[in-house]
């Protein structure tokens, strides 16, 4: 979802994505603080902060170390945040017929 919203979303947004590499970890990143809400993370041993602010932590490196303005991350995060949302509301299921593949498959099977 992330790596094809940012593809198509892009373009159609008018955005030159150089590297869509570092966008789809800020995507990666969001992901990962919103499971880990809560949970406190050592930033390069120098502080600790909460997990759900780390996108914003990198997003604000971007910002200060790179020198532009971190468009592409803050779309990352967006993008991040509409999947959470889609996958929390339930709106993104995987197909009836994959369930039942995966549920009859031989490889599914505990050991």
């Known amino acids: 979802f992330g790596m094809m919203s940012m593809v ?3 373009p159609i947004l008018k955005l030159n994505a150089r590297f869509l590499g570092h966008n789809l970890s800020t ?4 992901m990962w603080s919103r499971y ?9 041993e120098v502080h600790t ?8 932590y990198f997003l604000l490196q971007t910002f200060l170390l790179e020198g ?3 468009l592409l991350d803050f779309l990352g995060i967006v993008f991040g945040h509409i999947y959470h949302h889609f996958n929390t509301v ?3 299921r ?4 994959v369930v039942r593949w995966y ?8 050991i």
């Open 8 to 10: 198509f979303g892009y």
């Open 27 to 30: 995507f990666l990143v969001y």
């Open 49 to 56: 902060t909460r997990a759900e602010l780390l996108p914003w």
């Open 36 to 44: 880990h809400e809560g949970m406190q993370v050592k930033m390069f």
């Open 68 to 70: 532009e303005p971190p």
């Open 90 to 92: 339930g709106v993104l």
């Open 103 to 110: 549920k009859e498959s031989e490889s599914a099977k505990p």
């Open 94 to 97: 995987a197909p009836e017929s």
